[in-house]
T-cell receptor, first 113, second 119 residues
Framework: GNSVTQMEGPVTLSEEAFLTINCTYT??????LFWYVQYPGEGLQLLLK?????DKGSNKGFEATYRKETTSFHLEKGSVQVSDSAVYFC????????????FGTGTSLTVIP | GAGVSQSPSNKVTEKGKDVELRCDPI?????LYWYRQRLGQGLEFLIY????????KSGLPSDRFSAERTGESVSTLTIQRTQQEDSAVYLC?????????????????FGPGTRLTVL
């Protein structure tokens, strides 16, 4: 079946540190992959996505590359800011219909000044 | 423009009571999804609507759960005879299928959720 496994948190980093949040997936076909972010007190919002192998999604300094060979979609940022403190969710869309999304459990990130 | 809205934002109910949760999707979005998020867990898919039909109800956990949608507008998730295990945040999302019908690339836009507590 389809599933997403992401790095457990919480993660605490100092400002300007390098961030990696690991995400691996299992899928029967060729899914699209997403990172969603939930800032404190707000709803989930799309951070970036990639729809096919070797695609790189990027937004707000965050990047993730769709790696089919390692079934991974790790989220990275070179220099985090306090405003990046949030919960990050990795997700994939069902490769057969695209209608059902599978989410990881979320990784809480706190960036301290 | 307005995003996805959900009501109520919080609901506290007694075990055995019925509850209705409402979702207003983004205007023009044909697809609507319901998810459940238990404390410390990921999002659990419940049901998906395309227009007012529900081709995928596979995630509904029991026959106490039902959902309906009026046209391409409001959706209601009903939980009958609530149990304590139903306590969770219920999230709604909507999406517009890209012009090529490519569901795989459709971005879901989430509402703020309804926090349900069953005592």
């Amino acid at each position: 079946g389809n599933s997403v496994t992401q790095m457990e948190g919480p993660v605490t980093l100092s400002e300007e540190a390098f961030l990696t949040i690991n995400c691996t997936y299992t899928a029967t076909g060729y899914p699209s992959l997403f990172w969603y972010v939930q800032y404190p007190g707000e709803g989930l919002q799309l951070l970036l996505k990639a729809t096919k192998a070797d695609d790189k999604g990027s937004n707000k300094g965050f990047e993730a590359t769709y790696r089919k060979e390692t079934t991974s979609f790790h989220l990275e940022k070179g220099s985090v800011q306090v405003s990046d403190s949030a919960v990050y969710f990795c997700a994939l869309s069902d490769p057969v219909t695209g209608n059902q999304f599978y989410f990881g459990t979320g990784t809480s990130l706190t960036v301290i000044p | 423009g307005a995003g996805v809205s959900q009501s109520p934002s919080n609901k506290v109910t007694e075990k055995g009571k019925d509850v209705e949760l409402r979702c207003d999707p983004i205007s023009g979005h044909t697809a609507l999804y319901w998810y459940r998020q238990r404390l410390g867990q990921g999002l659990e898919f419940l049901i998906y609507f395309q227009g007012n039909s529900a081709p995928d109800k596979s995630g509904l956990p029991s026959d106490r759960f039902s959902a309906e949608r009026t046209g391409e507008s409001v959706s209601t998730l009903t939980i009958q005879r609530t149990q304590q295990e139903d306590s969770a945040v219920y999230l709604c999302a909507s999406s517009q299928v890209p012009s090529g019908g490519e569901f795989l690339a459709a971005t879901q836009y989430f509402g703020p959720g309804t926090r349900l507590t069953v005592l």
